[in-house]
């Protein structure tokens, strides 16, 4: 069975021959990987059964300023390795909507798309998704704590709604107009739209649900709704303890939940399983851990905990770990995930 085929056909809930697998990991993690393996980037993924390939489109905007090992993104804010709000926050004496429009939002013309469709064609026989880069990423909730402050941003919440409406209508809308690029380029090829924020920690919400409906539910469907008129399911990324917002996430449009942080609070594959009339779950192999610490045998336990209980009875899931791979993970722990996977047939 082909990757492409395997995954939408779990998507439909119908008969494939195993289970989906994808692949995250940090660069430094790749690295490793690929030299302890004697593999290139692609042979890696050839390697451990990879069923998804990813597209993005090429930054050609005005050159990012690097300073200490970080770089300004698309929104000058500075992050580092994937992660934003190191140093100072560009929008934090903002106090009007209008202070908010001064400011300097990126061009959705500084990213080029006419390499994609080749992209595409290359990798034709696996499920395609879009790669979390260049602000497509973030829905606007972590991007608004970088732009005003973590602290100046949640007292907004409650206190200044004109001002967070306006900062997360301009995030918005530069997205959807990067994402119309992106999907007109990739039409007929494409198959998932990946896009996130982290709303959980390890004991629940970082905000109320009601602040949750009020500003980010809304805006999250809009995305959603973009993705949907042109065919594609939607991945959305959230780590920590979200079980409260799975149905809130599924009524806005999402399809796929990731990366199920299951050591948070009611993440446990147990709780999940009574969502999986309502969404596909991809990830769950935990990098807390199992994957750092655990033996080889524990991981191929946990592999086939996971697939028991979210891909049995109607539900779909796609193997991957529950974070990014990192570093202090043994390489044969990682082997014996997707090995593991791989044997558990349909």
């Known amino acids: 069975m082909r990757a ?125 998704r879009t790669a979390p880069a260049w602000g497509t990423w973030w829905a606007s909730f972590q991007l608004s704590q970088a732009l005003r402050g973590v602290e100046r941003f949640f007292i907004d919440l409650l206190e200044n709604e004109e001002l967070v409406n306006r900062l997360l209508d301009r995030i918005t809308e530069f997205t959807l107009r990067v994402n119309e690029k992106v999907f007109e380029a990739t039409r007929g090829y494409l198959d998932v739209y990946f896009l996130g924020d982290d709303y959980g920690c390890q004991r629940g919400l970082l905000i109320s649900i009601e602040l949750w409906r009020k500003y980010f539910k809304p805006r999250i469907k809009l995305l959603c709704e973009q993705a949907k008129s042109y065919g594609l399911r939607v991945m959305f990324h959230s780590c920590g303890a979200i079980a409260e917002l799975i149905t809130e996430l599924s009524e806005a449009g999402v399809d796929i939940i990731n990366p199920l942080q299951t050591r948070a609070n009611g993440m446990h594959f ?58 202090d993970i043994p390489v044969k722990n990682v082997i014996a995930m997707y090995d593991e996977a791989r044997k558990i047939k349909f």
């Open 270 to 327: 147990g709780n999940l399983s009574r969502f999986k009339d309502l969404v596909a779950f991809h990830g769950g192999i935990d990098t807390q851990e199992l994957l750092p610490f655990g033996s080889e045998e524990e991981v191929r336990q946990e592999v086939r905990k996971a697939i028991s209980a979210l891909a049995s009875s109607g539900g779909a899931y796609i193997l991957a770990s529950s974070q990014e791979l990192m570093p």
């Open 4 to 128: 492409k085929e395997r995954v939408l056909r779990m998507l439909n809930r119908e008969k494939v021959d195993r289970i989906p697998l994808d692949f995250w990991a940090t660069p430094r993690m790749q690295e490793r990987l690929c030299r302890e393996l004697s593999l290139d980037d692609e042979g890696l993924l050839q390697y451990f059964g990879i069923d998804f390939r990813t597209v993005e489109p090429r930054y050609v905007g005005p050159p990012l300023e690097e300073r200490n090992g970080m770089q300004k993104n698309v929104f000058g804010v500075w992050e580092k390795d994937g992660f934003l709000g190191y140093g100072e926050a560009p929008l934090q004496k903002a106090s009007t909507p209008e202070d908010v429009d001064a400011y300097p939002f990126p061009d959705p013309e500084w990213f080029e798309v006419a390499h994609l469709k080749e992209q595409c064609r290359k990798y034709k026989d696996f499920a395609l």
